[in-house]
């Protein structure tokens, strides 16, 4: 089992910056890749970025790309998200994800991870 708590969200005005960081703990070793998404009520949870334990390969959709940035530090198995110049549309609460299972894809489909952490709200204002 992979625990993932989440930490960093909060309230912003537009174009500020937020770090969200995940902390992973239990069987580390066996994650392949994890993840952000989000969230909002009534919508399906959407993806923000990716980025596989070992090489660090990343991926993003076009709505973040250039503003989001995911990294890792595999010595403290944290997951962090640089988000800039955020929008009011950037609301929502985020989540923290990992996987086990390897793939040449780019790991931007939610049913494929199987851990989960709570989830930190992100609020935007105009």
């Known amino acids: 089992q992979v625990q993932l708590v989440e930490s960093g969200g909060g309230l912003v005005q537009a174009g500020g910056s937020l770090r969200l960081s995940c902390a992973a703990s239990?069987?580390?070793?066996?994650?392949?890749?994890m993840g952000w998404f989000r969230q909002v009520p009534g919508k399906e949870r959407e993806f923000v970025a990716a980025?596989?334990?070992?090489?660090?390969?990343?991926y993003y959709p076009d709505s973040v790309k250039g503003r989001f940035t995911i990294s890792r530090d595999n010595a403290k198995n944290t997951v962090y998200l640089q988000m800039n110049s955020l929008k009011p549309e950037d609301t929502a609460v985020y989540y923290c994800?990992?996987?086990?299972?390897?793939?040449?894809?780019?790991?931007?489909?939610?049913?494929?991870?199987?851990?989960w952490g709570q989830g930190t709200q992100v609020t935007v204002s105009s």
């Open positions: 994800a990992a996987r086990t299972a390897i793939t040449m894809m780019t790991m931007a489909s939610s049913g494929e991870y199987e851990y």
């Open positions: 239990g069987r580390t070793f066996s994650i392949y890749g």
């Open positions: 980025i596989k334990r070992l090489g660090g390969s990343t």
